[in-house]
């Protein structure tokens, strides 16, 4: 059995969004059944979890039977999709190196850009440095939106004729750029985005992260046993 580490409860601006929707997604795609394991924020941050399963502390994690854990979300997607023979492409062909390359690019090329207005808009507390730092961020951001549109073309997939991890991987991306609105101008992205987010292996995957939040409190989380640990 394959199990996803995914977290008790997280905020409002990130339900749906919290990594573990990509592995959710993709497992639902190639139809392969799985658990979901809740975490709260001690378990994440202890020996046991970062030192076996995720050096960083965070999630998700893939763990199957009779093989080693797995993290990084884009790894997992990825390596669900190469195993199953589904969502990616044939080994050796155009179509797969297509698929890998537009999973890289948006994890290394398009998401950065977006977690800079994130971290203007949600986590800077000095308003004077978020509003100096915004017009630069968000400039970029929608610079590199517009480009990924572009080299989209109007196509409906990124890559060959059907939906890969290409589709999943950079829908899943943009989901922080149409939080943050900046897709509002760039409305045949938006109508992409929406047709990928609108497939039903996606719609369960986030239907079922939102629901596990819901039901959870930021007291499940203990952040404060976290605190406690760390204090010196
Ligand atoms: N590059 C990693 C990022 C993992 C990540 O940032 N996970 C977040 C949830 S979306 C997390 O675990 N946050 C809790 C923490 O960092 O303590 C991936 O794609 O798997």
Request: aromatic letters at 8%; hydrophobic letters at 45%.
């Amino acid at each position: 059995m394959i199990t996803v580490t995914a977290m008790k409860w997280a905020p409002p601006f990130a339900a749906g969004q919290v990594r573990d929707h990509r592995v959710r997604w993709i497992l639902n795609e190639v139809d392969w059944p799985y658990e979901i394991r809740l975490v709260d924020a001690p378990t994440m941050k202890s020996s046991g979890y970062y030192g076996e399963l995720q050096p960083f502390g965070q999630l998700p994690v893939l763990q199957e039977d009779g093989r080693p854990p797995i993290f990084e979300s884009g790894a997992i997607v990825l390596d669900v999709a190469m195993r199953a023979g589904r969502c990616i492409g044939a080994e050796g062909t155009p179509e797969r190196a297509a698929a890998l390359q537009w999973v890289i690019a948006g994890l290394n090329s398009v998401e950065p850009t977006l977690f800079n207005v994130a971290e203007v808009e949600y986590f800077m507390d000095d308003d004077e440095a978020r509003n100096a730092r915004r017009p630069l961020v968000v400039q970029q951001a929608k610079e590199r939106l517009a480009m990924l549109e572009d080299a989209r073309a109007g196509r409906d997939w990124f890559v060959g004729d059907g939906f890969t991890v290409a589709d999943l991987m950079l829908a899943s991306i943009l989901k922080t750029a149409d939080r943050l609105k900046l897709l509002d101008e760039l409305p045949t992205l938006a109508d992409w985005h929406r047709a990928i987010l609108a497939r039903p292996a996606h719609v369960k995957a986030e239907q079922d992260q939102k629901a596990e939040i819901a039901r959870h409190t930021p007291t499940d989380m203990r952040y404060d046993a976290v605190a406690q640990e760390a204090a010196p």
